[in-house]
């Protein structure tokens, strides 16, 4: 019978399971170099010690004392036919000393004595299983064995017509005994080759540890620490060598590029301080106040522009207070009616370039306060992170427009109206500075009705 079509075939079930099989490995393994290397290391040699293990313990561990066990039972053999066959030798001296200085075994008969009762076999009692097969194999007799009551000996008794043979054999003559020397060599070994390897791994995990804080550092545009230099394997100091070569060029970009801006908006003030102080010597009129609203209009539009390509890189990080800027951002907006701060676990002091921050917020509440009548401000810890929330009554903006309004000179025609005080830098401006904090800015839906803004600085 055909299978029915909406049925997929076996084979993509079992793809489907091995897939889901492999993902629930995977998400159980661990997820740091460290470990993962030290898996790499242990697995193959657990792998390659248990099948030593099998190998020596079931194949030459094993034939080497069933060889020694029928040796054994062999000169036992032979012991109980001479004795059948020489009844003559009444006392069994003769018997006696041949079986200790010939065999090293040391036996004596017992007239008149029945075996003792039966006990059960040790489960994992190698010895046991394989002298016991053998005595029902070679001599086919009642007998009694104990092979774990005195560690060296095994006291082995055997049922003849009137009587019963004592032999007492060392355990070295039926069983092999240097085992317990290979598996204490084996695991002693392992535990050195393992305590190198995790030695030898944490000394070439460091140099990428190192590697990795630097970088986190240099992107939170916190210095790299000064004791930082290329270590460990060799790629791993390509690696370092690579990001402190991009590091210098980066460095390198911005401090050329913030000496062109600066000289060109030196020379663009001298221009408008020029044109301030041939306005000046003109008598008032509405067209000249006119043309010094333009200037003063100008100068902002500079001074942001400015502000926007340098990003405020040159700026040292301080512990600052967050509940302190707010603040004096607070006191420094207008536009809107009321501004309510809130700063969870306050005084909450963390590591920022504080012009900057500052400015970023303050960017984020005038862009709110411009179109709101109420602005709510928090600010407080969260996973790691300083997060800074504003939020306004505002139209808000169309969740479409999200992305784009931290583009540089991105105005909208709608939800908000153009300001003409704006130049359409102020969130680009505000995301440029949290970026060079290691961190982003966010925009979603207000509580209050309006837009909110998060911003969000690893500390």
Known sequence: MDASPDRPPVTQERRSLYRRIMAGIGHRMPKGLYARALIIIIAPMVLLQSVLTFVFLERHWETVTRRLSTATVQDIAMLINVYRAYPQDSNSETLTRLANDDLGL???????????????????????????????????????????????????????????????????????????????????TSLVLLTVAILFLRNQIKPILRLSEAAESFGKGRPVPPDFRPRGAREVRQAAQAFIEMRDRIERHVEQRTTMLAGVSHDLRTVLTRFKLQLALFEDSPELEAMRVDVDEMQAMLEDYMAFAKGDAGEEIVRVDIGEILAEVKTQAHGAKTITIDVDGEPLVVPLKRHAFKRAVANLVNNAARFADHVAVSAGRQDGSLVVEVEDDGPGIPEAEWEHVFRPFYRLDHARNQDSGSTGLGLAIARDIARIHGGDIALSQSRLGGLKAVLKVPV
């Open 106 to 188: 040391s036996m004596r008969i017992v007239p008149n004595e029945q075996l003792p009762e039966l006990r059960s076999r040790p489960f994992f009692d190698l010895l046991d299983r394989t002298l016991s097969d053998e005595l029902t194999r070679q001599i086919g007799r009642p007998f009694w064995i104990d092979t774990v009551g005195r560690s060296d000996i095994v006291d082995i008794r055997i049922k003849l017509d009137n009587a019963v043979m004592h032999v007492l054999a060392r355990r070295s003559q039926t069983y092999a005994s240097n085992s317990q020397i290979f598996l204490l060599w084996m695991l002693g």
